[in-house]
């Protein structure tokens, strides 16, 4: 029941939004922007209608992206560069600068990254721990065990997912929280990289699969 009532008031909340946004920029928009705007809403009633779909998959890709760190800050810096007049900038650009770079930091800085990364959805056992190229080899993930930085038993119950993006994650990110309190934090762990954004998008998508399987009443699968 508590369920239940908690999926209603998600619903009703994520309708009212819909709706404000709705009212505020379809009346006042050209052709096109409206066009996109149908297209929209018609591409996240058919993600629930009919997920497995290749070109709704797709095209939710394409209009999740300001849900991402990345996407969201992109957005804020094009809307802060077209108040942009006269060599200053008016209000609320600075703000939408200002948000959009810590935005940036936050996603980007190890430090921060970690405990995100930790929490109990991200560290779920049916999703992707961590992305590995094609040229890792066993041994690399034996060390990974070996040295304490992540227990066997988290390998064993996780999905590993290949690519050949050779991607390396900081060891930082992948240690438990007694190791990291035991020896403290670092300078390097406060520096932004490439590597923690991408990792903080994974784990945020994966907060977002866990609203859209809790919207559709249904669990997530591995």
Do not use: C, H
């Amino acid at each position: 029941m508590f369920l239940l009532l908690s999926r209603v008031l998600l619903w009703l909340l994520i309708g009212t939004i819909v709706y404000s946004l709705f009212q505020r920029f379809y009346p006042s928009g050209n052709f096109v922007g409206r066009l996109v705007l149908v297209i929209v809403f018609i591409v996240i009633i058919l993600s629930f209608v009919n997920p497995n779909e290749p070109a709704v998959s797709s095209l939710w890709r394409l209009i999740s992206f300001p849900l991402k760190p990345l996407g969201a800050s992109v957005l804020m810096l094009i809307f802060a560069a077209q108040k942009i007049k006269g060599g200053g900038i008016d209000k609320p650009g600075g703000y939408l600068v200002g948000w959009a770079l810590t935005i940036l930091l936050l996603s980007s800085t190890p430090a921060i990254a970690y405990f995100l990364v930790r929490t109990p959805i991200a560290s779920n056992n049916a999703g992707t721990l961590v992305a590995l190229g094609q040229n890792t080899t066993s041994a690399t993930i034996s060390d990974v065990v070996e040295n304490g930085i992540l227990p066997a038993r988290d390998i064993s119950q996780a999905t590993i997912a290949f690519n050949s993006g050779d991607i390396k994650v900081p060891p930082y990110l992948l240690q438990n929280p007694q190791d990291i309190r035991t020896r403290g934090l670092r300078i390097e762990d406060f520096v932004p990289s490439a590597a923690t954004l991408q990792l903080t998008t994974q784990v945020w998508e994966t907060y977002l699969n866990q609203v859209y399987f809790f919207l559709r009443g249904s669990q997530s699968q591995g």
